[in-house]
């Protein structure tokens, strides 16, 4: 009986230990269970680079001119379902592409135009640092393969909006690379980055306007500015080119990436107004010119645009039908030099600084040692031989006609933001440079020119006034010269609110003139 007692305690021990160690063994499994199951959730969770961020570009409302477009992703999982869409749908290199980074058990993105409803893909939608195709192209610049500003806005303020962060999307997915159900993928866009961007003055209706005005426009530039700020609310330099889109651009012969607006052109008869006011500053008053069609300068005989010439005319009427004669006779009695430092008061011959990294180039004014003969002299006092300006040259010297003799320095960024903190320029410096009596007698010239001058055939039924010029640049092509055609002006008349400066090149045959453009801009903008 004894004996039968030790062999069941013996037997309840041994019961309890091997529950025991059972129990241990069941536990250890359950831990390395549960171990098994999060390190393989750790191994599938996939993050995916959707797109590069970077600062926004804001107009001076605040409205988007970068990171407004919203850009659909496909993002395919190494599945049977997802190689069959893609097998089915997808056309070409793209699905070449797709398929060879599935079947080597890779994830694939694609950009998509709509929703994709299929086990195995995620679209994601989400805001992309583009711009629309070629809108303000030359001003706002466009990036490098590395997120980098190359030019414009995006390379001046590079520092600033560039960022490395990117957008991601993270999803877990099971060891066959299916998305596991139930988890939502987590969409990461940082839109903090957003909170540092540059505050441009272009206003976005205006360069709407301008864009759509110079769709057809093979070559040339336009730039207008408000009367009394110097700030630009629009500018388009054409051919144009897509930000998103360089390659197709690249191997172009007419120089898309060339900004006009900043690049200096001879310029022709829109310069005689310079002359005026050195005339007209000088004291000097009731000169007169008897136009007969040609005028002799030293041995060598100078043609008026007119033939048979424009008879006895006075500074209004030089103005209003751009009689060369009588500009060669009134710079013939001015000083070279009186004549160059008054184009210096409108800055003709400097670079102009529109914001920090953008400038004009090329400006070019002779030297008062180049202008020691009656012909140098001549050329100069009708805008031709070596002079060379800017269209944003030429805003300064008609703002100033319209604004009593006062203008401003051009510029075209109002601010910047940090952290959604903004910082806002100091305004435009504004000079004076004529009085308000020699800046009123040329606005009524200008505005005669409109009336029954140069441009009476186009702009006579137009609130405004400007020059009319036909700039001969020396060069030839198909047997004939180059000339270039341009308009500068402002409008309303009565109360200016913006300048406007035109050029055309190689107009001849060209079905938009400079006029015809500044037409249809002061029309739309006076009308809305």
């Not at 310029?267 to 310079?274: D, Q």
């Not at 100078?302 to 751009?322: I, M, Q």
């Not at 009319?468 to 180059?482: L, Y």
Request: charged share 25%; net charge negative; aromatic share 8%.
């Amino acid at each position: 009986m004894i004996f039968l007692l030790k062999i069941i305690r013996l037997s309840i021990c041994l019961t309890l230990t091997f529950a025991l160690f059972l129990g241990g063994i069941i536990r250890i499994t359950l831990i390395m269970n549960d171990e098994k199951i999060r390190v393989s959730a750790d191994n599938n969770v996939k993050v995916v680079t959707l797109s590069a961020l970077r600062g926004n570009i804001f107009d001076t409302n605040g409205n988007l001119l970068t990171g407004e477009t919203e850009k659909n992703y496909a993002v395919f999982t190494p599945t049977p379902t997802a190689v069959m869409y893609a097998s089915n749908a997808l056309y070409g290199e793209e699905k070449i592409e797709v398929l060879s980074k599935l079947r080597n058990q890779k994830v694939a993105i694609i950009e998509t135009e709509r929703e994709i409803n299929c086990a195995g893909i995620i679209t994601v939608k989400t805001s992309a640092h583009i711009t629309e195709s070629g809108f303000c192209s030359h001003l706002l610049g466009y990036l490098n393969d590395e997120n980098k500003g190359v030019s414009g806005i995006e390379k001046a303020y590079d520092s600033l909006l560039y960022s490395d962060k990117k957008i991601t999307l993270k999803f877990f997915s099971s060891g066959t690379g299916e998305m596991l159900g139930g988890i939502e993928p987590e969409l990461n866009e940082h839109k903090e980055v957003g909170y540092n961007g540059v505050i441009l003055t272009i206003d976005k209706k205006i360069q709407e306007k301008l864009e759509e005005i110079t769709a057809h426009l093979e070559k040339g530039a336009v730039v207008i500015s408000e009367v009394g700020s110097g700030k630009i609310r629009g500018m388009v330099s054409r051919p144009n080119f897509d930000a998103n889109n360089l390659s197709e651009s690249l191997e172009r012969e007419d120089a898309p990436f060339l900004n006009r607006c900043l690049m200096s052109f001879n310029v022709g008869s829109v310069f005689k107004p310079i002359v005026a006011v050195s005339y007209l500053e000088g004291a000097k008053r009731g000169f007169t010119a008897n136009c007969t069609g040609l005028t002799l300068i030293g041995e060598k005989e100078f043609a008026c645009h007119k033939r048979d010439g424009h008879g006895t005319v006075n500074l209004y009427d030089a103005l209003a039908f751009s009689c060369n004669s009588f500009f060669y006779e009134l710079a013939s009695l001015l000083k070279a030099e009186n004549i160059v430092k008054t184009a210096s008061l409108f800055g003709f011959g400097y670079k102009k600084e529109l914001c920090k990294g953008i400038e004009t180039a090329n400006e070019k004014m002779p030297e008062i040692s180049d202008l020691e003969s009656e012909l140098s002299i001549a050329n100069l006092s009708i805008g031709q031989g070596s002079l060379m300006a800017s269209p944003v040259t030429l805003l300064s010297l008609y703002e100033a006609i319209a604004n009593g003799g006062i203008y401003h320095k051009p510029t075209v960024v109002e601010g910047i933001m940090k952290n959604g903190v903004t910082e806002y320029e100091k305004e435009p410096s504004k000079i004076k440079a004529m009085s308000k009596n020699t800046a009123d007698i040329i606005k009524t010239a200008l505005k005669k020119v409109t009336v029954d001058g140069t441009a009476q055939s186009v702009l006579s039924e137009v609130d405004g006034a400007g020059k009319t010029a036909t700039a001969q640049t020396g060069q030839k092509k198909d047997g004939r010269e180059v000339e270039h055609s341009w308009f500068c002006g402002f409008f309303p008349y009565e109360n200016p609110e913006y300048v406007v400066s035109v050029i055309v090149e190689d107009s001849i045959g060209k079905e938009k003139q400079a006029m015809e453009i500044f037409k249809e801009l002061s029309l739309n903008l006076l009308n809305r």
